[in-house]
């Protein structure tokens, strides 16, 4: 018996789920030979140090390439994910959570213990970071020519190389922030020459690329970001995304990613932004906006199991190690003047509190003024 269900677009790829007889399997159906040949790359260099979905075979049939996987979860909705387990603890049902995310940091810390090396950055996997920050890549690709960053009112708006010679006051605090001036730091921070701390991750670790199945055992997908990453890139982007992406931007612009976790959505926390201007040269942004109890939980327990080990052992300032790759994680996956003024504007905030002279990484996770955090219950 052939059975196909679970047919899915997301940007240019295709999933499915393809039964035959017993064997259950995921179908990723890839347009971009380079993006597959990364995937089946990815893959084999992560899989002796990862739980992976068996890959049964991966072939290029005319203008696609096809990998079939096992798959890993019971067909329903709701379920299978890190994303459905974080649902499910805001909902009052942490065990599953608890014990997933504990999991999951336990295998990140004997991994990278394991495989930690410093090395230079072309010896890593650029995806996320020096690709994005080089001339011609994203950066270049959304700001080059100096778009609108921020609309107020009617014909009112500041474009990029205004803020040089413009005061933001975020939450009442003056900052400054010369955007190009910054795009120049990021590139020479994420130089290809300059040497990182690495080790082999999965490399874009989201929500919707961690699992864990009905035992609670994590399992990780998605792998054309896999293989020696920079650990400040892997940290920024879990972290980031507990921060903001999966918190509030995925579920605000890119709904139909939820067709399968629609519970999931729920779990979004919708920002709170004022944006006034203050005179010419000066902007106000006061914002409001914390992850759900269970996003938080999941930051602390990251930066007191993994992140804050990982800076002890290499003898740096975490806030410090991290900036150039939380900054990326800002600018260079959503186009700051493709979103509403609302979460451009708090994203901007973010940003300006990023490179405060008094930043604080607890106050930019959103943890700040919390207790100790205890396991939601």
């Known amino acids: 018996?052939?059975?196909?269900?679970?047919?899915?677009?997301?940007?240019?790829?295709?999933?499915?789920?393809?039964?035959?007889?017993?064997?259950?399997?995921?179908?990723?159906?890839?347009?971009?030979?380079?993006?597959?040949?990364?995937?089946?790359?990815?893959?084999?260099?992560?899989?002796?140090?990862?739980?992976?979905?068996?890959?049964?075979?991966?072939?290029?049939?005319?203008?696609?390439?096809?990998?079939?996987?096992?798959?890993?979860?019971p067909d329903l909705p709701d379920t299978g994910l890190l994303l459905d387990a974080l649902?499910?603890?805001?909902?009052?049902?942490?065990?599953?959570?608890?014990?997933?995310?504990?999991?999951?940091?336990?295998?990140?810390?004997?991994?990278?213990?394991?495989?930690?090396?410093?090395?230079?950055a072309s010896s890593t996997v650029s995806k996320l970071y020096h690709d994005r920050a080089r001339p011609h890549g994203r950066?270049?690709?959304y700001y080059g020519r100096n778009p609108i960053l921020l609309r107020l009112t009617g014909a009112d708006s500041i474009r990029c190389a205004d803020l040089r010679e413009t005061t933001l006051m975020v939450n009442g605090?003056?900052?400054?922030?010369?955007?190009?001036?910054?795009?120049?730091d990021l590139r020479a921070a994420l130089n290809q020459e300059e040497w990182v701390w690495a080790a082999m991750t999965q490399g874009d670790?989201?929500?919707?690329n961690i699992g864990l199945d009905i035992d609670n055992r994590p399992v990780w997908f998605d792998y054309d970001g896999a293989g020696l990453n920079a650990l400040p890139g892997e940290i920024a982007c879990f972290l980031w995304y507990q921060r903001l992406h999966g918190a509030w931007l995925v579920p605000r612009y890119n709904t139909e990613a939820f067709a399968d976790h629609r519970k999931a959505l729920a779990e979004a926390v919708e920002p709170t932004v004022r944006?006034?201007?203050?005179?010419?040269?000066?902007?106000?942004?006061?914002?409001?906006?914390?992850?759900?109890?269970a996003r938080r939980q999941a930051i602390a327990q990251y930066l007191m199991q993994l992140?804050?080990?990982?800076?002890?052992?290499?003898?740096?300032?975490?806030?410090?190690w991290l900036r150039p790759y939380l900054a990326m994680r800002i600018l260079a996956v959503y186009p700051l003047h493709h979103l509403e003024p609302r979460d451009a504007a708090l994203s901007l905030g973010l940003l300006a509190d990023l490179?405060?002279?008094?930043?604080?990484?607890?106050?930019?996770?959103?943890?700040?003024?919390?207790?100790?955090?205890?396991p939601v219950s």
């Open 275 to 293: 944006l006034n201007r203050l005179s010419r040269r000066a902007v106000a942004i006061d914002y409001q906006h914390r992850p759900s109890p």
């Open 139 to 141: 950066l270049d690709h």
């Open 355 to 374: 490179y405060a002279s008094d930043a604080d990484l607890e106050h930019l996770l959103g943890l700040t003024g919390q207790t100790p955090m205890e």
């Open 173 to 184: 605090q003056p900052r400054r922030l010369d955007f190009y001036a910054l795009v120049t």
């Open 87 to 120: 649902a499910a603890a805001n909902a009052g049902e942490a065990n599953s959570f608890n014990h997933g995310l504990d999991a999951i940091l336990q295998h990140y810390t004997r991994t990278i213990g394991a495989t930690i090396r410093r090395l230079p």
């Open 205 to 208: 670790p989201t929500d919707f």
């Open 1 to 73: 018996m052939i059975r196909v269900g679970r047919y899915r677009r997301f940007t240019a790829n295709r999933t499915l789920h393809l039964d035959i007889g017993a064997r259950r399997l995921f179908i990723k159906i890839n347009p971009n030979p380079v993006e597959a040949a990364a995937e089946a790359t990815g893959y084999r260099r992560i899989r002796d140090h990862y739980r992976l979905p068996t890959l049964r075979a991966h072939s290029r049939i005319g203008h696609w390439t096809i990998s079939l996987y096992d798959r890993h979860q």
């Open 307 to 320: 992140a804050r080990p990982l800076a002890g052992t290499i003898a740096t300032d975490l806030l410090t």
